[in-house]
């Protein structure tokens, strides 16, 4: 089975400039979930869907971020505009059955 | 605050000799603990888990501890071998089976062959 697919794997952008991270998870997969990964800190959550609703995005940093899941299948994570903390990497797991994230390989973040 | 901490940033082992791995938590309400590995350039890639009603779960070289009272766990490697050597992080769960997991820092492991 194919596994978590995310690209781009390396962006960069200058602050002010608008990036879209998209995520297709494992076919099947109901939950989808965003995390990021700034400078060796911890894997921080960002938000989670069931299908296509936002089950928790009480990780979201602030209104310049916006998720969407488009039919319950692959997602989207915009950050308009972009500033330089927001710097990392950015991962999405899916799992269908309790506990069972896999990850994608995620995507570099840089804000220059 | 940081509820799942890993306060050593990295640890080096020689091969064939025990790695611990520890990680403490502040949060009662965890009852769901797991072990991820993470290779540079990939995602992380679940390991061992164990639920708070054990103090123990093992499999093949990998052995999880749980210390509730101390709300402190552990990862046993043995024998550590040079492949071992990635990022572990520590993560927790609380409430229903979905909830979000909640990751450490971090520790990056080396094996010295």
């Known amino acids: 089975e194919a596994g978590v697919t995310q690209f781009p794997s390396h962006s960069v952008i200058e602050k002010g400039q608008t990036v879209t991270l998209r995520c297709d998870p494992i076919?099947?997969?109901?939950?989808l979930y965003w995390y990021r990964r700034v400078m060796g800190k911890e894997i921080k959550f960002l938000l989670h869907f069931v299908k296509e609703s936002k089950q928790d995005e009480s990780g979201m940093p602030n209104n310049r971020f916006l998720a969407e899941r488009t039919g319950g299948t692959y997602s989207t994570l915009k950050v308009q505009p972009a500033e330089l903390e927001d710097s990392g990497v950015y991962f999405c797991?899916?799992?269908?059955?309790?506990?069972?994230?896999?990850f994608g390989s995620g995507t570099r973040l840089t804000v220059v | 605050d940081q509820q799942v901490k890993q306060n050593s940033p990295s640890l080096s082992v020689q091969e064939g000799r025990i790695s611990i791995l520890n990680c403490d938590y502040t949060n009662s309400m965890f009852d769901y603990f797991l072990w991820y590995k993470k290779y540079p350039a990939e995602g992380p890639t679940f390991l061992i888990s164990?639920?708070?009603?054990?103090d123990k779960n093992e499999d093949g070289r990998f052995t999880v501890f749980l210390n509730k009272s101390a709300k402190h766990l552990s990862l046993h490697i043995v024998p550590s071998q040079p492949g071992d050597s990635a990022v572990y992080f520590c993560?927790?769960?609380?409430?229903?089976?979905?909830?979000?997991?909640?990751f450490g820092p971090g520790t990056s492991l080396s094996v010295i062959p």
């Open positions: 076919s099947g997969h109901d939950n």
């Open positions: 164990i639920s708070s009603i054990k």
């Open positions: 993560a927790a769960s609380k409430g229903t089976s979905y909830d979000k997991v909640i």
């Open positions: 797991a899916s799992s269908q059955e309790a506990y069972g994230y896999t």
